[in-house]
């Protein structure tokens, strides 16, 4: 039996579209655990320095800013990283095999 060239891309999408689903998710859960430490840790500074800079009226807008740009810098880093190592152990694991 001939191997059929469509049949190896569909295993391939979806080998990649199932890397991409588990990366996603495992982001998802890194930064629901790891965006209050990077908040936690940093907001402090940028309030004195929103303070510094631009006036008292602005801390409560900055905060919520600064929040949500604390969760999306953890979800890309992480979904970056995450894929990455996927894609990476599986190609190590792949040529260990064949």
């Given at each position: 039996?001939?191997?059929?060239?469509?049949?190896?891309?569909?295993?391939?999408?979806?080998?990649?579209?199932?890397?991409?689903?588990?990366?996603?998710?495992?982001?998802?859960?890194?930064?629901?655990?790891g965006t209050p430490a990077l908040y936690g840790r940093t907001i402090g500074?940028?309030?004195?320095?929103?303070?510094?800079?631009?006036?008292?009226?602005?801390?409560?807008?900055?905060?919520?800013?600064?929040?949500?740009?604390?969760?999306?810098?953890?979800?890309?880093?992480?979904?970056?990283?995450?894929?990455?190592?996927?894609?990476?152990?599986?190609?190590?694991?792949?040529?260990?095999?064949?």
């Amino acid at each position: 039996m001939i191997p059929n060239k469509k049949h190896g891309e569909a295993t391939r999408n979806v080998f990649m579209s199932s890397i991409h689903g588990l990366a996603n998710t495992l982001a998802v859960v890194v930064t629901f655990l790891g965006t209050p430490a990077l908040y936690g840790r940093t907001i402090g500074w940028v309030q004195s320095y929103t303070a510094s800079n631009y006036g008292y009226g602005m801390h409560d807008f900055v905060g919520l800013a600064w929040g949500c740009a604390c969760a999306a810098l953890v979800f890309f880093v992480s979904r970056a990283s995450i894929s990455t190592a996927l894609v990476m152990g599986g190609l190590a694991i792949a040529t260990r095999l064949f």
